[in-house]
């Protein structure tokens, strides 16, 4: 069982940074994905940035060049580094684990596929 705890959400004016944190505990094996998702009011669910098992990672077209996820091993907790954040990236953002993933968008993207999932953490971006 994996269990997640995200903080770091907050407020920030657009053009301003914040950094996510994902603490995992309990039993992770190693060739896990990790990945932040969020989802803005009366929207769907939608992929944001993952790290895949061997490193490997992968963004939305929507973040490139603003958002980088990373991964400290020794802390077990993953990150979400945004920058240059929009009034548009305002949403609740989720971190999730699952097994055995597979380097292709769409299905590192399925929310569905994610059997693991933190509490999610509030991100408000204003104009």
């Known amino acids: 069982q994996v269990q997640l705890v995200e903080s770091g959400g907050g407020s920030v004016q657009a053009g301003g940074s914040l950094r996510l944190s994902c603490a995992s505990s309990?039993?992770?094996?190693?060739?896990?994905?990790m990945g932040w998702f969020r989802q803005a009011a009366g929207k769907e669910r939608e992929g944001v940035a993952f790290?895949?098992?061997?490193?490997?990672?992968a963004y939305a077209d929507s973040v490139k060049g603003r958002f980088t996820i990373s991964k400290d091993n020794a802390k077990n907790t993953l990150y979400l580094q945004m920058n240059s954040l929009k009034p548009e990236d305002t949403a609740t953002y989720y971190c999730?684990?699952?097994?055995?993933?597979?380097?292709?968008?769409?299905?590192?993207?399925?929310?569905?596929?994610?059997?693991?999932w933190g509490q999610g953490t509030q991100v408000t971006v204003s104009s």
């Open positions: 999730a684990v699952r097994i055995r993933c597979v380097k292709i968008w769409f299905f590192l993207s399925r929310g569905s596929d994610y059997p693991y």
């Open positions: 309990g039993s992770t094996p190693s060739n896990v994905c």
């Open positions: 790290r895949l098992y061997d490193g490997t990672m």
